[in-house]
């Protein structure tokens, strides 16, 4: 069966507003009980529908009730036990056709609140229905922006476990650069684990600032030869420790000053800092 077909078809309506017959009542009733769609909308129509009504609830005039009383009193009672004759009234044609001329009004009038209150209903219906569906497209985007952003920070933790790790390795050594005469204040460390080869730098090295032409540059010094380890970058690349290519067997790290994207061998009389591993 199609729900959303069911739905639309309108019975719905008809059923709070009244205007279905006794079968159709039932079938609305049973589906109710299988479906919980339909149970959800027809308690979303009678909702809508209660709250129309309240909005359009009226109180009689105030002075109703006393010209009734006054009414009935003016009226003569039968006295218990007394007969009384009864009066043959004629029915005024003319008045009779102003009768039914007022019914006949007073049916259009209440057809038309009817209609005026179904459409309002139903109005105010699918405004709730595009609001509760809007609220669903932004929770399912912030569902999904929450779940990017968890992803993002696990892999986030994963890394700090990972380098935490490294850090606490037996292999894993702390080296000091030192500034030479061309830097003497400059300064910076590398950690290198001899067992895995992974070398990490730290992220903020004490160093002078470079003009945008140039660049500074790590090299691993190997069986005396030096071993491009890649460029630092002007702005920090990371976080805690910047990840740098893996080396074996290196005796030594050092720092040039080199043109901006790097040199395939050192600037020696630009050395900045140097240490043994």
Same mark, same amino acid.
């Given at each position: 069966?199609?729900?959303?077909?069911?739905?639309?078809?309108?019975?719905?309506?008809?059923?709070?507003?009244?205007?279905?017959? =006794?079968?159709?009542?039932?079938?609305?009733?049973? @589906? $109710?009980?299988?479906?919980? #769609?339909? !149970? /959800?909308?027809? &308690?979303?129509?009678?909702?809508?529908?209660?709250?129309?009504?309240?909005?359009?609830?009226?109180?009689?005039?105030?002075?109703?009730?006393?010209?009734?009383?006054?009414?009935?009193?003016?009226?003569?009672?039968?006295?218990?036990?007394?007969?009384?004759?009864?009066?043959?009234?004629?029915?005024?044609?003319?008045?009779?056709?102003?009768?039914?001329?007022?019914?006949?009004?007073?049916?259009?009038?209440?057809?038309?609140?009817?209609?005026?209150?179904?459409?309002?209903?139903?109005?105010?219906? =699918?405004?709730?229905?595009?609001?509760?569906?809007? @609220? $669903?497209?932004?929770?399912? #985007?912030? !569902? /999904?922006?929450? &779940?990017?952003?968890?992803?993002?920070?696990?892999?986030?933790?994963?890394?700090?476990?990972?380098?935490?790790?490294?850090?606490?390795?037996?292999?894993?050594?702390?080296?000091?650069?030192?500034?030479?005469?061309?830097?003497?204040?400059?300064?910076c460390i590398v950690y290198f684990?001899?067992?895995?080869?992974?070398?990490?730098?730290?992220?903020?090295?004490?160093?002078?600032?470079?003009?945008?032409?140039?660049?500074?540059?790590?090299?691993?010094?190997?069986?005396?030869?030096?071993?491009?380890m890649g460029m630092l970058t002007?702005?920090?690349?990371?976080?805690?420790?910047?990840?740098?290519?893996?080396? /074996?067997?290196?005796?030594?790290?050092?720092?040039?000053?080199?043109?901006?994207?790097?040199?395939?061998?050192?600037?020696?009389?630009?050395?900045?800092?140097?240490?043994?591993?």
């Open positions: 069966m199609d729900i959303k077909e069911y739905i639309s078809s309108g019975i719905l309506e008809n059923y709070v507003l009244g205007n279905v017959s =006794k079968q159709e009542q039932q079938e609305v009733e049973c @589906m $109710s009980h299988i479906y919980p #769609e339909i !149970k /959800s909308e027809l &308690e979303q129509l009678q909702s809508v529908i209660e709250s129309m009504a309240i909005k359009l609830e009226k109180n009689p005039p105030s002075h109703l009730k006393s010209k009734i009383l006054t009414a009935i009193k003016n009226e003569k009672q039968e006295v218990l036990g007394q007969k009384t004759e009864a009066k043959v009234v004629a029915i005024d044609s003319s008045g009779n056709s102003k009768l039914w001329k007022y019914m006949a009004a007073a049916s259009v009038v209440i057809t038309i609140g009817f209609a005026y209150l179904f459409y309002t209903s139903n109005s105010e219906l =699918k405004s709730v229905k595009s609001q509760l569906s809007d @609220m $669903s497209t932004e929770m399912n #985007e912030n !569902k /999904s922006n929450f &779940e990017t952003e968890l992803d993002a920070l696990s892999q986030k933790v994963e890394k700090k476990k990972e380098l935490l790790a490294f850090l606490q390795h037996s292999a894993t050594k702390k080296i000091v650069l030192k500034g030479t005469d061309f830097q003497p204040t400059s300064t684990n001899e067992s895995t080869s992974k070398v990490f730098l730290d992220a903020s090295p004490q160093m002078e600032k470079l003009p945008q032409d140039k660049q500074y540059q790590l090299w691993a010094i190997v069986d005396g030869k030096p071993v491009d002007h702005d920090e690349p990371c976080e805690d420790l910047c990840p740098m290519p893996d080396v /074996s067997n290196a005796q030594a790290f050092a720092i040039t000053v080199e043109k901006a994207g790097g040199s395939p061998t050192p600037s020696l009389d630009k050395l900045a800092v140097i240490g043994n591993v």
